[in-house]
């Protein structure tokens, strides 16, 4: 059974910081895409930054130039640096990642339990 396990969420003030993290914990053989999405109350889940197995990244309109998505391949960890935090960017950050177990050749799709994030005014 594969898990992945969030950190880092919390509350801060407009304008501040909080980087994220996401660690996959099980039997892994190795991991294809790791992405970051966001759930605000009353709508539906949504992409909000994704990175490739060879660093390709890519993110939602809403948050280019403040955050920033990177990872660790040795440590099967995805992390989410957020800066210049804004209300609107509240909600519950979920990871997800596309996971290879020992001696298959599909993945399976992972998601953490999520985080909340909580950006005060």
């Known amino acids: 059974q594969v898990q992945l396990v969030e950190s880092g969420g919390g509350m801060v003030q407009t304008g501040g910081s909080l980087r994220l993290s996401c660690v996959a914990v099980g039997d892994i053989f190795s991991i294809n895409d790791m992405r970051w999405y966001r759930q605000i109350p009353g709508n539906q889940r949504e992409l909000v930054a994704g990175?490739?197995?060879?660093?390709?990244?890519s993110y939602a309109d809403f948050v280019k130039g403040r955050f920033t998505i990177s990872r660790d391949h040795h440590k099967n960890t995805v992390y989410l640096q957020m800066n210049s935090l804004r209300p609107e960017d509240t909600a519950v950050y979920l990871c997800?990642?596309?996971?290879?177990?020992?001696?298959?050749?599909?993945?399976?799709?992972?998601w953490g339990q999520g985080t909340q994030v909580t950006v005060s005014s």
């Open positions: 997800n990642a596309d996971i290879f177990l020992p001696l298959t050749t599909n993945p399976l799709s992972g």
């Open positions: 990175i490739s197995y060879s660093g390709i990244t």
